[in-house]
Antibody
Framework: QVQLKETGPDLVQLTQTLSITCTVSGFSLTTYNVHWVRQPPGKGLEWMGAMWNGGGTDYNSAFKSRLSISRDTSKSQVFLKMNSLQTDDTAKYFC???????WGQGVMVTVSS | DIQMTQSPSFLSASVGDRVTINCKASQNINKYLDWYQQKLGEAPKLLIYNTNSLHTGIPSRFSGSGSGTDFTLTISSLQPEDVATYFCLQHNSGYTFGAGTKLELK
């Protein structure tokens, strides 16, 4: 069955880099896309970017050049890296499959000054 | 970029009520509008995709309608387990979520 699981730090220091891994099972990264979505506490959802099944990427322009998404197909993992973190990057970060039909449980990241 | 305006932000209704939630796109998004349910502390759950297609396992009391710029999620008879926040998502051009509707029991 399809599963996604995010792993990453609980706490990141101001201006530092966030790294989160999404490990998937039940499907191949070369067949289905994986999206990253975040949700600040008590707020709505924001699409951040995607790793396409062909290996390309797409990003929300709001993150400009801060965001990078990559993958390791042999490990069924997709990676999110975002630099220059600010306090308003405090959020729960989710990965989701192709049609947003399956989601991980999310990882809550707090940016601390 | 396409903006999504979701209304109302908050909704209080009784068990058995018919509930409607709306999303309006800033430009034509054809049929590419999905609806999600998110309960407290959980990941969003897909309810409806491409305006009116019910996702696997979702009860038939949920339905979607609309086209172009105006879309509606309807719960025909509200159940206690439907208490949640509901989001729309357009995927016609990029991806944009609505701000959400928090649904509570009266």
């Amino acid at each position: 069955q399809v599963q996604l699981k995010e792993t990453g730090p609980d706490l990141v220091q101001l201006t530092q880099t966030l790294s989160i891994t999404c490990t998937v099972s039940g499907f191949s990264l070369t067949t289905y896309n994986v999206h990253w979505v975040r949700q600040p506490p008590g707020k709505g959802l924001e699409w951040m970017g995607a790793m396409w099944n062909g290996g390309g990427t797409d990003y929300n322009s709001a993150f400009k050049s801060r965001l990078s998404i990559s993958r390791d197909t042999s490990k069924s993992q997709v990676f999110l890296k975002m630099n220059s973190l600010q306090t308003d990057d405090t959020a729960k970060y989710f990965c989701a499959s192709h049609y947003f039909d399956y989601w991980g449980q999310g990882v809550m990241v707090t940016v601390s000054s | 970029d396409i903006q999504m305006t979701q209304s109302p932000s908050f909704l209080s209704a009784s068990v058995g009520d018919r509930v409607t939630i709306n999303c309006k796109a800033s430009q034509n998004i054809n049929k590419y509008l999905d609806w999600y349910q998110q309960k407290l502390g959980e990941a969003p759950k897909l309810l409806i995709y491409n305006t009116n297609s019910l996702h696997t396992g979702i009860p038939s009391r949920f339905s979607g309608s609309g086209s172009g710029t105006d879309f509606t999620l309807t719960i025909s008879s509200l159940q206690p387990e439907d208490v949640a926040t509901y989001f729309c998502l357009q995927h016609n051009s990029g991806y944009t979520f609505g701000a959400g509707t928090k649904l509570e029991l009266k």
